[in-house]
């Protein structure tokens, strides 16, 4: 893909953002603007759905996919790793702290397996 038309997605992916930013204000609708915290979220969420600890919002039942929560466990230190020293104090906690329970979410998981 040419450079030209990169930077013109990107102009017409930024006007649409602020677009639908001022659709929604105007309307006194919530606008969720993406950031490190809701990433994780999403993140750590989709893990512990997959490791069977909170209920799958799109099947309504409570599955296990260990291969999936140790796929989401492993990114998220690819982002600790990442990320180290580009994050403030509040983020990096939050990071570590998610990882830190994912991590033993998944070892109880896998020991409950292996008896």
């Known amino acids: 893909m040419s450079e030209e038309i990169r930077k013109k997605v990107d102009e017409e992916w930024k006007t649409n953002a602020e677009k ?9 609708e919530a ?11 999403s993140l750590s969420m989709q893990a512990m759905i997959a490791l069977g600890r909170l209920e799958n919002p799109v099947s309504g039942k409570t599955d296990k996919n260990l291969e999936q929560a140790r796929f989401l466990v ?10 180290k ?7 990096e906690k939050l990071l570590d702290d998610s990882l830190f329970s994912l991590r033993m979410m998944y ?3 896998k020991n409950k397996i292996n008896g």
Not at 20 to 28: L, S, T
Not at 31 to 40: A, D, I, S, V
Not at 85 to 91: D, S, T
């Open 74 to 83: 492993d990114t998220i230190g690819i982002l600790k790793e990442k990320t």
């Open 107 to 109: 070892v109880e998981e």
């Open 31 to 41: 606008y969720h603007e993406p950031n490190f915290r809701l990433f994780l979220s």
């Open 20 to 28: 639908e930013k001022k659709e929604a204000h105007d309307k006194h």
């Open 85 to 91: 020293g580009n994050l403030n104090p509040e983020e």
